[in-house]
């Protein structure tokens, strides 16, 4: 897919079924809208459809939500958002959102309440946390230097990857 697409960093996305943190996300993201950094930030939730999403509480909190949608289209929009905003309130087994959006450009900002599961070793963000505190101060800092965002995302050739996992076997 040709992913040259224009970046709005005022946009922000949730890829992810709504069971893993959907609600917590929604709370996080009203309590940023509180500063003065994010008050034109809009957040798109996508989800795969196997789980119900309270679409009303979106409305209620001027969230859009996208439904489920093709891959290609996944793709597209996570391309053209500036972050990956994702409370993730189950330990994630792998993370293939944060990968995505990491190999789109897409800055993956991700709380974990639960535990990392994979993500320390499957993503480079320097942005996937346990604390909240952390997570605020390095979106706040984000949002200062926002178009020099330049992480590689992780290289997955099996060469490179099987080192990881042995670290974590």
Known sequence: YDMKIA???????????????LNET????KEIKKNYFFKKTELLVLNPGYDQ????????NKI???GSLPFKDVLMETASSGVLF????MCETFGISVVLAEI???APFVLCLNGYGALKEVSNSPYITNNVEEFQKNLIEFTKKQNSYKIPAK???????????LKVI
């Open 155 to 165: 290289d997955f050739r099996s060469s490179v990857i099987i080192k990881d996992w």
């Open 86 to 89: 994702y409370v993730n309130k």
């Open 104 to 106: 789109l450009g897409a």
């Open 64 to 66: 859009q939500f996208g």
């Open 26 to 29: 929604v709370d996080l993201f």
């Open 7 to 21: 970046k709005n960093f005022n946009k922000f996305i949730y890829t992810s079924a709504g069971i893993k943190g």
């Open 53 to 60: 999403v309270d679409v009303e509480l979106l409305k209620k």
